[in-house]
């Protein structure tokens, strides 16, 4: 099978330009097999999965017998219930008790969905359903931050602040207001954790003094965002959302579809960071990539009003808490803490930030940002203002350093829509010498990248 000219024919793949495939001889990437950390393609070639396939694979691929084997004993009992008119099933019941006790207190309620888009969605729709039954139907506007990316369907979307994914659709679903994200390098000066705090907080404020705090139904961000390059936040941020949350009658929601489950060295990032939301979106590490679902968190607070006396959640999903995903993320759950999964991510999270940091002294590199096991170099380029020439930018954000990458067996992520990036999210059962492994072969590509950068005659090898 020739897969290049069967995604040609066939395949609509996400994210693409689906029409250049098999241009200039360009061939499709197919993964094969997998085992431990890493990947291997079609070709024969084995990578380091340096992003855990899309931020998901928290084990990597050495459980998948464990996995399975739960899967075949769900399969066997209870192939398929849905959670539907006062109907569950046992693994569905399991999993919702078992993500109350590792969520943050008072955190008690479980929706289940098929994604971290869908997670989202049934946010905006519990939150819409709170303001109503708390008699404030005017509350029907969202705020989120700049640059964020919180999924692809129209309701997410809406909280997508990137027009290139946001324009072809039209008018959002939702309307929202875009507040200041906690990236410090977008400051005109330099501001210590405090006084940046205040300036955000003054700035998500503003906002919703313009929109009016009557209209304002939700804040969602994550605890580190995704979108722009692990974007930390400065201390004391999250407690300041909490205290306009609640001086002005809005619901808070943390979206950890990224960095819930380990990503950040705890079960929910945003316990890194002091965040008390009212909701928590939920997917990628939920069953660590071995099947697709999502959940949505639900406060007491906010699901003692939904929980009144003869009033309807109408909504749902077909499936919503499917029995075989519930089965695999209880499996990954009891492996991840039966290994102490999250331990590792704590005991060489130092390590990895010491190995990224030092790849600011290269003069590519324009920033290094993140927590955990989740890091992103910012690149500079070869402009006064750190921006690249589409010269340099099409010889080394597009062509070499990926390349190089990808030569030395690592496969990271290249974002290249705004400042170009480039990201890492590794397995958390990833060791200190496999991280090595990981910074070595950043540190040798952005050493080449960056003698390139500074003789443009040499930025085409």
């Known amino acids: 099978m020739n897969a290049t000219r069967t995604a040609e024919r066939h395949l609509l793949l996400n994210m693409t330009a689906n029409g250049s495939l098999g241009a200039a001889g360009e061939k499709l990437f197919v993964v094969t097999h997998c085992d431990g950390p890493y990947v291997h393609d079609s070709a024969g070639h084995r990578y380091i999965d340096g992003l855990s396939g899309l931020y998901c694979a928290q084990l990597g691929y050495g459980y998948a017998e464990e996995v399975a ?13 849905p959670l539907w008119s006062a109907s569950a099933h046992p ?32 946010a905006w ?8 039954l708390r008699g404030e139907p005017g509350r029907t506007k969202a705020l989120a931050r700049r640059g964020a990316y919180h999924g692809l369907t129209l309701g997410a979307l809406s909280f997508t602040d990137d027009p ?70 400065p201390e004391g941020y999250w407690e300041g959302l909490r205290r306009l949350a609640d001086r002005y009658g809005f619901l808070l929601v943390a979206d950890e579809v990224i960095t819930g489950f380990g990503r ?31 959940a949505t968190m639900v406060g007491a607070r906010v699901a003692e009003v939904l929980n009144r006396p003869g009033e309807v959640l109408n909504h749902g999903y077909t499936f919503s808490g499917h029995p075989l995903c519930a089965a695999i993320a209880l499996r990954t759950i009891e492996i991840m803490e039966r ?83 480039l990201q890492i999210a590794p397995p958390l059962i990833a060791d200190g010498d496999l991280l090595d492994r990981i ?14 950068l500074v003789s443009p005659e040499r930025q085409n090898p």
Not at 104 to 117: I, L, N, T, V
Not at 127 to 132: D, E, T
Not at 267 to 289: C, E, V
Not at 373 to 381: K, N, R, S, T
């Open 69 to 81: 084997e739960a899967a075949r004993q769900q399969l066997r009992e209870l192939s398929y219930s």
């Open 91 to 122: 693994a569905a019941l399991k999993l919702a008790r078992r993500l109350a006790c590792l969520a943050p207190d008072g955190m008690e309620h479980a929706f289940f969905s098929s994604g971290g888009a869908e997670a989202v969605e049934t």
């Open 125 to 132: 729709k519990i939150v819409r359903r709170y303001h109503v």
């Open 164 to 233: 290139g994914l946001t324009e072809p659709y039209g008018a959002p679903a939702v309307p929202t207001t875009f507040v200041a994200n906690t990236n410090r390098g977008l400051l005109p000066e330099p501001l210590d954790d405090a006084a940046f705090t205040a300036w955000l907080l003054a700035d998500a404020e503003a906002a919703i003094l313009a929109e009016g705090p009557e209209t304002v139904a939700m804040l969602i961000a994550e605890p580190v965002q995704n979108r722009g390059g692990c974007i930390t936040p």
């Open 264 to 294: 950040l060295g705890e079960w929910f990032g945003g316990d890194r960071y002091g965040a008390r939301p009212d909701l928590i979106t939920l997917a990628k590490g939920l069953t660590a990539g071995y099947a697709p679902m999502g």
């Open 339 to 421: 290994d102490d999964v999250l331990g590792n991510v704590r005991a060489h999270q130092e390590h990895l930030a010491k190995r990224m940091v030092a790849l600011g002294a290269l003069p590519i590199v324009a920033d290094v940002r993140g927590a955990g096991y989740f890091y992103a170099v910012e690149l500079a380029g070869d402009g006064e203002d750190g921006a690249f020439s589409e010269a340099a930018r099409a010889a080394l954000v597009r062509d070499l350093i990926p390349r190089r990458l990808r030569e030395a067996g690592l496969l990271a992520r290249l974002y290249d829509r705004t400042a170009p990036l």
């Open 439 to 452: 910074a070595d072969i950043i540190a040798a590509t952005l050493d080449e990248a960056s003698e390139r």
